[in-house]
């Protein structure tokens, strides 16, 4: 198959877009770069299978073309870590809002497979783990700004969802749950690669609140095995489905581990969500996927769990600073 990513210079989509090569499928990535890098895919070049635009996915013309080009469009492109979206609001419910808006318009002009990217978020504070794809969102106020992501996310799947029912434009709307591995980067606030890097340097590991919220990692690998499925999988057209890990650990727990499985003595300090993000500032205090759902679609289950996790993490995060050291 043709594929299009787009974001696929991005942590995720340049594990997807490995993935989908080594299977044989030609891939195509846009990305404007913005948080995506092109060392993630420098690699890729040479594969004459593989192409790459550098350009945003508000180009109407150019998305028009590359989507015309592609029997199915993979979503990645969005304003990603919480860091970001507090910090800059506008940019975010742009990116994701417009952008989506975009591919989904020209997709539906050729009747092109959708895969649209959602995420966790979405289920915001609700305290009824593990969560279901049919639960109910619960957000908090609008003038908080982290939940702008999430709610950009919900009319991302609203309008993918309308597509569906009105143009019969065929999506399928994965929610994301905290996948991590080698090549995410802790410069948008992502806790694993942050509190490596603190641990290998010799920093104090920052944990922001009281350290007992909780969350479930998901291994890059694991993630997106199941989006290659569920590509040729029809029974996903028009679903929702989480993709995650339900190991869940607490923040305060995750850095304990950190710390000794890099053999590190840095020091854990507690920071306020005030000072690390804003005032005001809301976490979720658990985070744990259902994923019977996409078990039942595809037989999914995680194989990384997040010993194995942390282990290659710390040593893509070595192997990054040993070239640094040597450049
Ligand atoms: N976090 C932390 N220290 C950091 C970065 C993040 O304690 O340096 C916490 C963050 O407040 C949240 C959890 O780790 O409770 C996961 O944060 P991340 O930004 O990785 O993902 P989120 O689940 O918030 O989207």
Avoid at 139 to 152: D, I
Avoid at 170 to 193: A, D, E
Wanted: include cysteine; aromatic fraction near 8%; charge should be neutral.
């Amino acid at each position: 198959m043709r594929v299009l990513l787009t974001g696929g210079a991005g942590f995720i989509g340049s594990h997807l877009a490995e993935l989908l090569l080594a299977q044989g499928h030609a891939v195509s990535i846009v990305d404007d770069l913005s948080t995506g890098s092109f060392d993630n895919i420098s690699h890729l070049r040479s594969n004459p299978a593989f192409s790459y635009v550098i350009d945003t996915v508000m180009n109407e013309r150019l998305m028009a073309e590359l989507i015309d080009q592609a029997d199915v469009v993979f979503h990645l492109a969005a304003a990603v870590g919480v860091k970001l979206i507090v910090e800059a609001p506008t940019r975010t419910i742009h990116t994701n809002v417009h952008g989506t808006e975009v591919v989904l318009t020209q997709a539906a002009k050729k009747g092109k497979l959708v895969v649209v990217f959602s995420t966790s978020e979405v289920y915001g504070k609700s305290a009824t783990v593990p969560f279901r794809e049919d639960a109910d969102l619960v957000l908090g106020p609008t003038f908080k700004h982290r939940w702008a992501y999430a709610c950009s996310k919900a009319i991302d799947e609203f309008l993918a969802l309308a597509y569906y029912r009105e143009r019969r434009l065929p999506v399928i709307i994965v929610r994301l749950f905290n996948t991590v591995g080698p090549r995410q980067t802790g410069r948008y606030g992502m806790v694993i690669p942050t509190f490596v890097r603190q641990a290998l340097a010799g920093e104090p590991i920052t944990v922001y609140g009281d350290g007992t919220q909780t969350r479930s990692f998901t291994y890059v690998g694991d993630v997106v095995d199941a989006l290659s499925r569920l590509m040729t999988t029809p029974a996903a057209v028009g679903q929702v489905l989480n993709i995650g890990n339900t190991e869940e650990v607490s923040i305060g727990e995750l850095a304990e581990r950190v710390r000794a499985k890099t053999g590190s003595r840095s020091p854990i300090v507690r920071i306020p969500y005030d000072e690390a993000y804003e005032a005001g500032f809301e976490d979720m205090p658990r985070r744990v996927p259902s994923i019977e759902k996409i078990h039942a679609l595809i037989g999914y289950r995680p194989t990384v769990g997040l010993d194995e996790i942390l282990e290659r993490v710390i040593a893509s995060v070595r192997a990054d600073i040993a070239v640094a050291d040597r450049r």
